[in-house]
């Protein structure tokens, strides 16, 4: 037949929450089961309990799959191919079904890493009692999707300290009862850091005594259609006894209320280029020293695009910080327009 049948391969149920070595091993049992006239070979997840999920073997080239059956529900979920990596729908008797599949060999070890990350987020989900298994499948599958579209190696120490300065911002709109995760817009290649309802602000965070903050596009600090717009100053100093990278995510993480919150969070990590399991010892121990806020107005130094000349087409420059002086405004308010109950 067309599509072939589907349904385990020979042996049980995989019994338990498998990482990504048990992943590999899975699949190399599963190459060993003779091939048949079906599209996989496959051997369903003892976890999660309410999502069909199988380990599986496209038979045409033995290419690793993760296979999901959505029900009716698979519909919204987009396909794509990238990193080497492919989600596609593939037609059966008892319905479509969605297949991850590895397209390129070589990143076999990758495949199992996001495998199995993917299901160790089911399964936290079906830990919290969530009902919707298959839409944070996606998700993650979709930060995943993101990560590998942007990332070409291991993040730089520049884009740690960029990283450590939104989470420490984050957690002050969180100290003071905001919606921080609706607000940071990075992740998600946002203009600005963070935004809610037309006040924005955009992190520089430095550590030591820098005296420029970097401006990366002419866009950047344009407040054109913003109600308000700030520039947040994170001044770091490296400390031994200070926190890293993964110590503030995971801080920050422990503060969210409920698994939905706390697993779109890991989710904005992952797009935003913060891999789960990343070492500890890479990155620096930080301490914060303080934030200054800096609203955007008329006589702010910077660059526009409609005041520039014509062929310009983008612009990165420098800040000196003693120019913004006049600028300065109080912490507090500029946080309290992010809302909060305190």
Same mark, same amino acid.
């Given at each position: 037949?067309?599509?072939?049948?589907?349904?385990?391969?020979?042996?049980?149920?995989?019994?338990?929450?498998?990482?990504?070595?048990?992943?590999?091993?899975?699949?190399?049992?599963?190459?060993?089961?003779?091939?048949?006239?079906?599209?996989?070979?496959?051997?369903?997840?003892?976890?999660?309990?309410?999502?069909?999920?199988?380990?599986?073997?496209?038979?045409?080239?033995?290419?690793?799959?993760?296979?999901?059956?959505?029900?009716?529900?698979?519909?919204?979920?987009?396909?794509?191919?990238?990193?080497?990596?492919?989600?596609?729908?593939?037609?059966?008797?008892?319905?479509?079904?969605?297949?991850?599949?590895?397209?390129?060999?070589?990143?076999?070890?990758?495949?199992?890493?996001?495998?199995?990350?993917?299901?160790?987020?089911? %399964?936290? *989900? #079906?830990?919290?009692?969530?009902?919707? +298994? $298959?839409?944070?499948? =996606?998700?993650? &599958?979709? /930060? @995943?999707? !993101?990560?590998?579209?942007?990332?070409?190696?291991?993040?730089?120490?520049?884009?740690?300290?960029? %990283?450590? *300065? #939104?989470?420490?911002?984050?957690?002050? +709109? $969180?100290?003071?009862? =905001?919606?921080? &995760?609706? /607000? @940071?817009? !990075?992740?998600?290649?946002?203009?600005?850091?963070?935004?809610?309802?037309?006040?924005?602000?955009?992190?520089?965070?430095?550590?030591?005594?820098?005296?420029? +903050?970097?401006?990366?596009?002419?866009?950047? &600090?344009?407040?054109?259609?913003?109600?308000?717009?700030?520039?947040?100053?994170?001044?770091?100093?490296?400390?031994?006894?200070?926190?890293?990278?993964?110590?503030?995510?995971?801080?920050?993480?422990?503060?969210?209320?409920?698994?939905?919150?706390?697993?779109?969070?890991?989710?904005?990590?992952?797009?935003?280029?913060?891999?789960?399991?990343?070492?500890?010892?890479?990155?620096?121990?930080?301490?914060?020293?303080?934030?200054?806020?800096?609203?955007?107005?008329?006589?702010?130094?910077?660059?526009?695009?409609?005041?520039?000349?014509?062929?310009?087409?983008?612009?990165?420059?420098?800040?000196?910080?003693?120019?913004?002086?006049?600028?300065?405004?109080?912490?507090?308010?500029?946080?309290?327009?992010?809302?909060?109950?305190?």
């Amino acid at each position: 037949m067309a599509t072939g049948e589907y349904g385990p391969a020979a042996g049980s149920a995989v019994t338990s929450v498998p990482d990504a070595a048990a992943l590999l091993e899975e699949w190399t049992d599963l190459a060993a089961v003779a091939p048949g006239d079906r599209l996989f070979r496959t051997r369903r997840m003892a976890r999660p309990a309410r999502l069909d999920l199988r380990a599986g073997l496209r038979e045409t080239d033995a290419a690793p799959c993760l296979v999901v059956s959505p029900g009716t529900a698979g519909g919204a979920i987009t396909s794509f191919e990238t990193g080497g990596l492919r989600l596609s729908r593939v037609a059966d008797p008892a319905g479509v079904l969605l297949v991850l599949s590895l397209e390129e060999p070589a990143r076999r070890d990758l495949f199992a890493a996001v495998c199995s990350d993917c299901l160790r987020a089911v %399964i936290r *989900g #079906e830990d919290e009692a969530e009902d919707d +298994l $298959l839409s944070m499948f =996606a998700a993650r &599958l979709s /930060a @995943w999707r !993101a990560f590998l579209r942007d990332q070409t190696g291991a993040l730089s120490r520049s884009e740690m300290i960029g %990283i450590i *300065g #939104e989470l420490l911002l984050f957690g002050q +709109l $969180l100290d003071i009862g =905001a919606d921080a &995760l609706g /607000a @940071w817009k !990075a992740p998600d290649d946002g203009l600005h850091d963070f935004e809610n309802a037309g006040d924005s602000i955009e992190v520089k965070t430095s550590l030591g005594g820098a005296r420029q +903050l970097h401006v990366s596009t002419l866009d950047q &600090l344009d407040d054109a259609g913003l109600t308000s717009l700030h520039v947040a100053h994170v001044r770091l100093i490296e400390a031994s006894d200070g926190e890293t990278l993964e110590d503030i995510a995971d801080r920050i993480e422990t503060q969210l209320s409920g698994e939905r919150a706390r697993s779109a969070f890991r989710n904005a990590l992952l797009r935003r280029g913060l891999a789960p399991g990343a070492d500890d010892d890479l990155g620096p121990r930080v301490r914060m020293a303080g934030t200054d806020f800096y609203a955007v107005r008329d006589g702010f130094p910077r660059l526009r695009r409609g005041e520039l000349a014509l062929g310009i087409t983008d612009a990165t420059y420098q800040l000196e910080v003693r120019a913004l002086t006049g600028f300065q405004e109080d912490a507090a308010a500029v946080l309290s327009r992010f809302g909060g109950g305190q």
